[in-house]
DNA sequence: GTTGAGCGTT
């Protein structure tokens, strides 16, 4: 019973999801099981890899059955060196969910969060501060630049992985522009995205300013 | 052969 996640993730109502960080490249759940298994019943590891390399992210995530033990290997195991490494072992969250998440596990059920509670709104009051900050204005922003920034550079990125030198192709181009003439039919087979050609340059642009109603 | 803040299912 080395192998986690081959046959499904357990129930993740039922049991705690550690987060282990700053792991090495290298080290596989078989290597943490052993390690975590010794503080409590680990119920579940997983370990993101990427779906480009397949390499481990640096990070895993381990689950327990119960909080005492997940707090134990939380106390032991972070700052523990693993592999050369030290690894810091703390509750993991599910993103949005972490709202239900506590302490790795589900401490609240909302299974009908329909029933509007007008005289408990607590929520409320901090979007209200959100709001005071002006910061969403602001923080969109900045979050459409760097979107922007990264799509430029994934294109971009995937441009260069097509050729093997741009500085070689583009002087290549400079000095024996006819061959690229010579096969004009195959240049068109070149062309990693042909659809692109009719692709507007500014999408964002054209429904930006006559679509913008701020006040309705 | 490399890297190092983070929050998860092939």
Do not use: C, W
């Not at 080290?27 to 680990?42: K, N």
């Amino acid at each position: 019973m080395s192998h986690f996640g081959r046959s499904g993730p357990p129930a993740i109502r039922d049991s705690y999801s550690l987060l282990v960080l700053n792991v090495s490249f290298r080290t596989t759940a078989d290597d943490l099981f052993p390690i975590f298994e010794r503080y409590g019943e680990v119920v579940d590891i997983y370990i993101p890899r990427d779906r480009r390399t397949g390499d481990s992210r640096g990070f895993a995530f381990v689950r327990y059955m119960f909080e005492d033990e997940a707090q134990k290997a939380v106390d032991r195991l972070d700052g523990r060196t693993v592999d050369g490494r030290d690894i810091t072992v703390q509750f993991a969250k599910y993103g949005p969910n972490a709202e239900r998440i506590h302490k790795g596990r589900i401490v609240e059920e909302i299974p009908k969060p329909r029933g509007r509670s007008r005289s408990h709104s607590p929520r409320r009051r901090y979007r209200d501060d959100y709001r005071d900050r002006d910061y969403r204005r602001r923080s969109r922003s900045r979050s459409v630049e760097r979107y922007e920034h990264e799509r430029y550079q994934e294109r971009d990125y995937r441009r260069r992985s097509h050729s093997i030198s741009p500085d070689y192709d583009r002087r290549h181009v400079r000095n024996g522009r006819s061959s690229a003439r010579r096969s004009p039919s195959h240049s068109r087979s070149y062309s990693p995205t042909p659809s692109r050609e009719g692709t507007p340059r500014r999408p964002r642009d054209d429904r930006a300013p006559r679509s913008q109603n701020p006040s309705t």
